[in-house]
């Protein structure tokens, strides 16, 4: 197949959340999808037939490699290498077949066993949430960001992707990709947490999870949005950018007799959040100290 026929056939590699949802919406943003590989063969079909793909396999082939203009690896971090090394016994080092993966932490070194040339190899990461398989396009890729890392072919083509999708990218340097993946887990799974947190106090208030939750979105969108707008630094409120020690020490005492699991995470936020309010001058660096001294009676 010349290289002008397969300019827009993407195979996807890994059917499921991430893999499921590229799927859909390259095919809805014009692209064809030629092969959907996924080790559950049911789920390889499902997805094939959502996006009208020309096979679905079990494994990669021969076919699937060469008749593709970019092949994406969307599998977990601890397969990678296997999915990498199955490609491998088709690469060809004549070929422009373009090679990404979608793993957050991974770099395009990952990629470097399958035999594709360096150029040629980037992470594709979509800085976004996927909670389950997709079915539909639910525009989970559009108007976000993708990290991406990698060779100046991919990278081109990549970026091209992102802009047909409606969002954006930046580029990770590789040397710092594991940090770059720190900062979505914080993004990410952090908030979760802290709603994980507000569930246990909920149950101590009597009050349904879903209900406080309800109640606490608001209040997590506004502060989103005023970080959006002016930095996490101007963005501060609450008990430590007051200097309210009192609260601050009525705070620890509670959840110290109620819910002692989470005091290490209060207590660490609660840190780091006196750090940023001295930067800020909303605090002295000795009322610092004595916000940091009332958090060591309680983690000793």
């Not at 949005?225 to 430590?240: D, E, H, Q, Y």
Request: glycine residues 6%; aromatic residues 6%; contains cysteine.
């Amino acid at each position: 197949m010349s290289s002008t026929e397969k300019k827009n056939i993407i195979s996807i590699i890994g059917a499921g959340k991430t893999g499921s949802a590229l799927a859909l919406e390259l095919y809805s943003a014009g692209y064809k999808i030629g092969c959907v590989v996924d080790r559950k063969k049911r789920q390889a079909a499902k997805i094939a037939g959502l996006v009208k793909a020309e096979n679905y396999l079990i494994s990669v082939n021969a076919e699937c490699v060469h008749s593709s203009k970019l092949i994406v690896i969307s599998v977990k971090d601890d397969v990678l290498a296997e999915a990498v090394e199955e490609i491998s016994y088709f690469s060809d080092v004549s070929s422009n077949t373009l090679l990404a993966h979608t793993s957050g932490v991974h770099t395009s070194s990952a990629l470097l066993p399958s035999g594709f040339k360096k150029n040629n190899i980037a992470s594709f990461h979509p800085m976004q949430s996927f909670m389950d398989i997709s079915l539909y396009n639910r525009s989970l890729l559009s108007g976000i960001y993708f990290g991406l890392e990698g060779g100046t072919n991919a990278l081109k083509y990549l970026k091209s992707i992102c802009r047909k999708l409606n969002s954006d990218f930046i580029v990770i340097d590789k040397k710092v990709k594991p940090l770059y993946h720190i900062a979505c887990v914080i993004a990410s799974n952090f908030l979760t947490a802290n709603f994980g947190f507000i569930s246990a106090l909920a149950e101590s208030m009597n009050v349904s999870e879903k209900k406080i939750t309800a109640s606490l979105i608001p209040l997590a969108e506004t502060t989103l949005a005023n970080i959006k707008r002016c930095g996490p630094l101007k963005s501060m409120t609450g008990p430590v950018a007051r200097n309210d020690t009192g609260t601050i020490l009525r705070h620890l005492s509670l959840i110290d007799s109620k819910h002692p699991g989470y005091l290490l995470q209060y207590a660490a936020v609660t840190s780091h959040l006196a750090d940023m309010a001295v930067k800020c001058n909303k605090i002295t660096k000795d009322e610092k100290k004595v916000i940091l001294k009332i958090l060591e009676r309680f983690l000793k």
